[in-house]
């Protein structure tokens, strides 16, 4: 079927596994997993995707999981507009300017001044209105609410499945406080939340740290960020939490009485991460073979494969579903399909990073037993029937482990500290990350990002690995060090 | 703060308490029950909401209820792009023809022939073109997809907050089938599950029904309808389930190989349920004090209020505290707040409708009881402690039963068996529903529309009540009737 957009790349269905190395075409091999896997698809419209059901259940996991913290954190979910008002976005300066290039509009044909509305490219100014006409006292704060949504960023031309469309999904979270200590304090408690999501359910490591002035969130005074580091040498931003101190408050007229009766400006914070986390995780974990996933996302954690001869069939199906019942809880598939091998089903299910198999042959049956098979790793284990629900349990736990190990191993190796520029250059063509002392000015860091395509990431959050050595220069202009930062190309 | 829309509604947040009867000015009465229970605010966009915590927990409520729902029927969620391109418009004619007044476009400024994208106000047509590329084989049947996700229609100036705006949030089911039996059961299916939704769940008694011809969806060949009847005599469509047969399937070039290897046009149905489900719940079981929340949605099901003295204060809250653990199944809010006096805490969980509220004073806790009060009826009981969480679980049930029953009682009452059209027309008048034989000719039922500003809601699923009586005449134009339908003014 013809298509405006991404025919090129389209899945084809009947082609299965993944044909090229990871190491060898890392963009081609994504691509590939995206869509093999039934992740992603590319959508009719140029920078758009579709979200295949199986990167849905990805991310409804984290919803599921961000939606408890949520609640612990008593952060309200609530629905804003879609479309905000031109007026809006000029309100506040340094935010309109920031988002300016990024915005599709809508032309309201009715409305007799001609206004435009965008279409919501993140939703400080819609939703600060509300909260102008909603906060009047000090029992009205701390204001905690979250949006899930989609988010629409209209220049974006080139579509990477997850980590960069013109529509994403994601959950933007706006709290409003009286005091900028409690601001300040759950600015960061909410990074904490990204990087929970990052490292305890996804099993992907991440640092945190703080934005240059260059890169932080236009609105914002501080932009704090949980970044990992790819395979392929790129960084990636995995959610961010800005401290908008009280410019927006201004902007939108948002004040409440104190206890005393005077009238005061809030603290404000905003915090988001999309399904741009899926996009890190396909890189992260995946290998030759197709997707790995992480055990505590998996929909399913289990597929139970019977290995069928003709003449015992109806007892080895019989037998398969006995093992799905026992696993239960892993919410396995029991796949007794008969139009379908088992070696390709083995294919299937190695694609798409279910993380056990377990098969059932005549022989296990006859030896009360079971053959599971990691994803990660291929190992095999016969393991009794007795033993094999907690043998499950055991081995989906250290996976997540060492998924999240194997990962961490690799971002230390591929990144660098280096004291001179010349080695920093080097690095960044050899696609790593450096780690490096560095002035603090904005000029300097422009000159950084023009010569190696590099920008940094952040600045540590943890204070002894930010603080540069006494006497330390800054890796580039050899003026004193400000702080130590992490630099990458990234996504 | 100046509002471009709506000011003259916007809640004052100081003004506690609905300010006029629900029979004497109910579109007055619901606006300011959304607005002061805080379910919903309007935004400073002409024909758009914001939908506030607790009107988001009754959609939230839907969506867990109905991801359920969903998981049982195998229907997996993914999310499809929010543009469509114009060309896919035009392909399903009769689709084009009935969404063309109410999309609203988005320019690409970038696409070199100029094309516009609409805004989603429904996703048949970016989600069949998907389909046709996914969809190879027989194996590939029945596909069963669901999202959740916003729709625009444009067309909305005036909102009417959940019933009618141009933005509003749903669920929108799309599935193929080989066979037309398959696909005729399961839209009826879907169908059973939206009763399920309004009666089991949100307490409001539905009429199921088909649409005549004239009130289809616009690609439909039958289009089924939950409808009930609000307070104010007018009905609601609350969702609808399509059976699309191959007309898009051809539109689409969707085919499949059966078993013989033959190219086949396969079957399809859409179904769709909205936010819109929780102003039927506002207008069905709200009374003057405000919203009453029917026990299974409220995310609150009971509100403990501490009736404190001065001399015993904090042992009066540790026993509040204490029976809030005793009730904790319940989600209970145990208010200790000491601003606010505790006839203040109970007209706010009055107009917020929480299910029950718990007294706890001085006299009850020297007694071991507490007082247990229905926010529908008023009634008090007075509990022994050690029967206290069965009490309640009791109650709850009772309440849903009750809720349910007067709803009917009240739906019963209004719906009007006529055999002439003067009475036809006296019964719209009187703000009833009526229930009659008709032609089935559009001519004839546009004239009715015409005439009373009534339309068709829907003819009965139950094939007893649609069949007209040996030799009945339409109501309208005397013709012999081809079927009983059910005919109201609507929302």
């Known amino acids: 079927m013809a298509q405006k957009d991404g025919s090129r790349k389209d899945a084809d269905q009947d082609t299965k596994g993944i044909t090229i190395k990871k190491v060898e075409d890392m963009p081609e091999w994504y691509s590939q997993v995206c869509l ?3 992740l992603a698809d590319y959508a009719p419209i140029k920078g758009c995707m579709v979200i295949r059901p199986l990167g849905y259940a990805l991310w409804q996991a984290i919803v599921n999981q961000f939606n408890t913290y949520l609640q612990e954190d008593s952060v309200q979910n609530a629905y804003f507009p879609l479309f905000i008002p031109e007026s809006f976005f000029s309100r506040e300066a340094e935010h309109a300017e920031g988002f300016k290039p990024e915005v599709a509009w809508v032309q309201n044909k009715d409305d007799k001044d001609g206004e435009r509305f965008a279409i919501r490219p993140t939703s400080e100014t819609i939703m600060y209105d509300s909260y ?3 906060i009047r006292s000090w029992r009205d704060l701390p204001l905690r609410m979250n949006q899930w949504c989609n988010i629409v960023r209209w220049e974006v031309q080139d579509v990477k499945l997850f980590l960069r469309s013109r529509e994403f999904l994601w959950q933007e979270g706006h709290c409003v406080y009286a005091t900028a ?7 960061l408690h909410y990074l904490e939340r990204y990087r929970q999501i990052a490292e305890d359910l996804f099993a992907i490591p991440v640092l945190l740290g703080l934005k240059t002035e260059r890169e932080k969130f236009a609105g914002a005074i501080r932009t704090y960020t949980i970044e990992s580091l790819m395979p392929d040498g790129k960084a990636l931003q995995m959610g961010t939490s800005h401290d908008l101190s009280q410019g927006f408050a201004k902007a939108f007229d948002i004040s409440f009485q104190d206890k005393d009766g005077k009238s005061v400006l809030p603290w404000q914070n905003s915090w988001g991460m999309s399904t741009r986390m899926i996009g890190a995780l396909v890189l992260t974990h995946g290998d030759d073979k197709g997707l790995v996933l992480p055990p505590r996302v998996a929909p399913h954690k289990v597929a139970i494969v019977p290995i069928i001869f003709e003449d015992k069939k109806a007892m080895i199906i019989a037998e398969a579903e006995k093992v ?13 399909r008969d139009e379908y091998t088992s070696g390709w089903k083995f294919n299937e299910y190695e694609l798409k990073g279910v993380p056990l198999r377990v098969e059932v042959g005549p022989k296990d049956i006859e030896k009360r037993q079971a053959v599971v098979i990691r994803r990660d790793t291929g190992k095999k284990d016969f393991v009794p029937l007795d033993r094999l629900r907690q043998h499950v349990a055991d081995v989906l736990e250290q996976m997540h482990t060492d998924l999240y190990a194997v990962a961490k191993k690799r971002i230390d190796a591929d990144t660098l500290t280096v004291t001179d520029f010349k080695a920093f250059e080097k690095a960044i063509e050899a696609r790593k990350m450096v780690y490096a002392a560095h002035c603090g000015e904005d000029d300097c860091e422009l000159c950084i990002k023009e010569k190696t395509a590099a920008t940094s990431r952040c600045i540590p959050l943890d204070e002894k690995t930010a603080k540069p050595k006494t006497g330390a220069k800054c890796v580039h202009c050899g003026k004193p060090a400000k702080y130590n930062a992490y630099f990458a190309r990234a996504y």
Not at 181 to 187: I, M, Y
Not at 324 to 336: H, R, S, W
């Open 36 to 38: 093999k896997a039934q």
């Open 132 to 134: 102008g006409k909603w």
């Open 181 to 187: 200590a409690e601001c300040h304090k759950e600015t």
């Open 324 to 336: 799905g019942a026992l696993l239960k809880e892993f919410n396995p598939i029991v796949d007794t």
